[in-house]
């Protein structure tokens, strides 16, 4: 079994990124359970906007696209901006989006049979509310969503300590997460 994490910190991958820390919670515990994971760094990649799989020569979406239909899990993982996902997490969905119009040899969408779930990480309030827009946009393309298929960490309103300046929270974060891929496996094993 395989799993596509899309960290979407604004963050390239030279700096550190709160939201990775998170993500490799859940990744650990993925690969605990036998799931083969592999980590796409938007920030790092060059990607055209659109809502097509292919925008242009030089677009590096195509190579995320192709690892995602060869995963049975997704899980995108974002930093919360001003109360939304970030914008590479936007970006992601609207790239996602093109994944509606393909079939698979049985002419069912290619995102059908597939599961998916959300890290959310930020020093301000949201995480439920991005949680909402990126677990309702995956729905929309066809991925499935178990329960608790989520995890964050949120400092809640105005500035503050980032994900990895504090301890606090991250039990409860790092349990969710844990519990999140064992939903996302179970649920992909028995979607297969």
Same mark, same amino acid.
């Given at each position: 079994?395989?799993?596509?994490?899309?960290?979407?910190?604004?963050?390239p991958s030279t700096e550190p990124s709160n939201t990775q820390e998170l *993500?490799? /919670? $859940?990744?650990?515990?993925? +690969?605990?359970?036998?799931?083969? %994971?592999?980590?796409?760094?938007?920030?790092? @990649?060059?990607?055209?906007?659109?809502?097509?799989?292919?925008?242009?020569?030089?677009?590096?979406?195509?190579?995320?696209?192709?690892?995602?239909?060869?995963?049975?899990?997704?899980?995108?993982?974002?930093?919360?901006?001003?109360?939304?996902?970030?914008?590479?997490?936007?970006q992601a969905l609207e790239r996602l989006?093109?994944?509606?119009?393909?079939?698979?040899?049985?002419?069912?969408?290619?995102?059908?049979?597939?599961? *998916?779930? /959300? $890290?959310?990480?930020?020093? +301000?309030?949201?995480?439920?509310? %991005?949680?909402?827009?990126?677990?309702?946009? @995956?729905?929309?393309?066809?991925?499935?969503?178990?329960?608790?298929?989520?995890?964050?960490?949120?400092?809640?309103?105005?500035?503050?300590?980032?994900?990895?300046?504090?301890?606090?929270?991250?039990?409860?974060?790092?349990?969710?997460?844990?519990?999140?891929?064992?939903?996302?496996?179970?649920?992909?094993?028995?979607?297969?």
């Open positions: 079994m395989q799993a596509v994490v899309l960290n979407c910190s604004l963050k *993500a490799d /919670v $859940v990744i650990g515990a993925l +690969e605990e359970d036998n799931v083969a %994971v592999r980590t796409f760094r938007l920030a790092d @990649l060059n990607l055209a906007h659109g809502v097509e799989t292919e925008m242009s020569a030089d677009d590096e979406w195509p190579t995320v696209h192709d690892a995602i239909l060869e995963a049975e899990i997704l899980v995108v993982a974002t930093p919360t901006w001003v109360g939304h996902p970030s914008s590479y997490a936007q989006n093109a994944m509606v119009g393909e079939t698979d040899p049985k002419g069912e969408p290619v995102a059908f049979g597939k599961v *998916a779930g /959300v $890290v959310v990480t930020g020093n +301000e309030d949201g995480a439920h509310h %991005v949680i909402s827009e990126m677990a309702g946009g @995956l729905i929309d393309i066809g991925f499935t969503i178990p329960g608790q298929a989520w995890t964050y960490w949120n400092r809640g309103p105005g500035p503050g300590p980032e994900f990895t300046d504090t301890d606090e929270g991250h039990d409860w974060s790092a349990k969710t997460g844990r519990t999140m891929a064992e939903r996302l496996a179970s649920t992909a094993r028995a979607l297969s």
